[in-house]
Structure formats: structure tokens, C-alpha cells
């Protein structure tokens, strides 16, 4: 018998500028876990919609200040150790990477509610897979191909 699991409609962000560095954060809740810009879909939102009110909420960057370059998904993780949040087992996300359209964007991760303790950009090939969780690692791989044709 397979168990069923609910996955809960998510967006990521990889936010790139012109010099082609990405944009990472320090989750502030889990010291040395790197991840980009991400959150859930609300039921009432297109998952674009999702997109612009979670970099606005986590990383203060306006609709206008980017534009996206493309879009993939949808990637799958289950939540750690059996963890189930909000009647999910895990995420469904969809990936946006998305230019900055200036060179002075304001980017400022002490919102409200702060997601990241600090940020960084980064080149892609810099990337290390033991920056994520490990739940969420055959995700960041997969992304990392798909993006940027780079193996993790």
C-alpha cells in the first residue's frame, strides 16, 4: 500500500543581477542553512502572484525592480523526518530566476517577519550542496542543472 503525501504549492526564487551572481540567504531560524527567497502559494494566488508577494515580504524587492527570465517545476521535497506543517507532508515548488532591472536595487532582508539573518551574492558554480538541508538537496540539484547546467 503507498501512503499518500500532500505537498503544499511553494515558489522559489533564484534572483540573478547583470554580472550573473545569485542571491542567497542564512535562514535566520536555522544558523548555516543557505536557501533562496521561497514560500507557499495561497490558495487565491497564481503562483506569479506567490512570486512577487514573497520577495516583497522576504527580501523587500518591489514587482518592478526585476523581471522574469524563466521558470521551471514543478520540485519536490519531503519535509524532514516525517514532519508534517500545516497538513503537508512537503513542498511542490516552482522556481523563478528572475534579473534584477537595475544595478542599485534595494534588497533588504530585515523585514517584518526576517526569513534571513544575512545575505550574499554569490556565482553560481560557487554553490555547495552542504549549504542546504540535506531534505532539500536532490531539489537544489536538480535546479542547479536545470538553471545553470551545473552539478552540485
Given at each position: 500500500?503507498?501512503q499518500q503525501f500532500r505537498y503544499r504549492p511553494n515558489v522559489a526564487a533564484i534572483v540573478q ?92 532582508p530585515g523585514t517584518e517577519e526576517p526569513e534571513f539573518s544575512i545575505m550574499r551574492w554569490i ?30
Amino acid at each position: 500500500m503507498s501512503q499518500q503525501f500532500r505537498y503544499r504549492p511553494n515558489v522559489a526564487a533564484i534572483v540573478q543581477r547583470h554580472d550573473g551572481k545569485i542571491l542567497i540567504g542564512e535562514r535566520s531560524d536555522v544558523p548555516g542553512a543557505w536557501q533562496f527567497p521561497q514560500g507557499g502559494v495561497k490558495k487565491s494566488e497564481t503562483v506569479e502572484q506567490a512570486l512577487a508577494r514573497e520577495l516583497k515580504e522576504e527580501i523587500s524587492l518591489e514587482p518592478g525592480a526585476y523581471h522574469v527570465i524563466n521558470s521551471k517545476g514543478s520540485y519536490r521535497y519531503l519535509f524532514a523526518k516525517g514532519r508534517i506543517k500545516e497538513g503537508y507532508h512537503g513542498q511542490e515548488q516552482t522556481y523563478f530566476l528572475v534579473e534584477l532591472l537595475g544595478p542599485k536595487t534595494n534588497i533588504n532582508p530585515g523585514t517584518e517577519e526576517p526569513e534571513f539573518s544575512i545575505m550574499r551574492w554569490i556565482d553560481p558554480l560557487e554553490f555547495q550542496l552542504a549549504w542546504v538541508p540535506e531534505f532539500k538537496q536532490k531539489v537544489y540539484q536538480q535546479v542547479f542543472f536545470d538553471f545553470f547546467r551545473h552539478n552540485l
